[in-house]
């Protein structure tokens, strides 16, 4: 059996390769396209059943195969290539942007959905303190007649310095339109469409 460097299998045929192109590149824009889709589209039978055996809440967005419980199977393998290759996980996530709707399938504390990112990690001792760890975005507030209100519910009352993280929370809140008869979306920021 001959051998030949992968290099040279990969090449065009034009070059005088088998024109079989980037094996890691394809893999990587196959699984971009799995998350892709295992978020947007919620409706395809094989998400609900994913995230049925997952004990994922169907509805939740979980951008790149960030997990919403525990892990096993098909959503396990997922998962785990993006844990392995944490700049690709990376790529994607910065890719895909989180377009607030009605708020019900974003998690508050724990999604990339502001671009001051992940609000538990910014506000640290904030999410320490919030009885709401697991809310979504519609969970942490109300409608009063026309204006949406934050709401949040703390284990203990806060202290002064706790006070100045929430107050600069809520400096950054107030520039969210929470839109009570739209949906969350997602969408892909390198394409002008916003689709993968």
């Not at 699984?31 to 947007?40: H, T």
């Not at 509805?59 to 096993?72: E, F, I, N, P």
């Not at 890719?95 to 708020?103: A, T, Y």
């Not at 990339?112 to 992940?118: D, H, P, R, S, Y």
Request: a positive charge; proline letters at 1%; hydrophobic letters at 40%.
């Amino acid at each position: 059996m001959a051998c030949v460097k992968w290099d040279v299998i990969q090449r065009p045929r034009s070059l005088g390769g088998l024109g079989v192109g980037d094996v890691e590149l394809k893999n990587l824009a196959l699984l971009f396209k799995w998350w892709w889709r295992f978020d947007k589209e919620e409706c395809l039978l094989w998400s609900r059943v994913v995230k049925s055996c997952n004990t994922m809440e169907v509805g939740l967005m979980s951008v790149g195969g960030v997990s919403c419980g525990r892990d096993s199977g098909v959503r396990s393998d997922i998962v785990a290539a993006g844990k392995g290759n944490v700049d690709m996980l990376n790529l994607f996530q910065t890719s895909v942007e989180m377009i607030v709707g009605n708020g019900g399938r974003v998690r508050f504390w724990h999604e990339c959905w502001l671009k001051e990112g992940v609000l538990k990690n910014r506000f640290s001792r904030l999410f320490a303190l919030s009885n709401d760890k697991d809310y979504t975005v519609k969970d942490c507030g109300v409608w009063n007649g026309l204006t949406w209100v934050w709401t949040f519910t703390w284990r203990r009352s806060r202290r002064g310095w706790e006070d100045d993280s929430l107050k600069e929370l809520m400096d950054i809140l107030a520039h969210v339109g929470v839109r009570c008869n739209e949906e969350d979306s997602l969408r892909w920021t390198p394409c002008s469409s916003g689709e993968y």
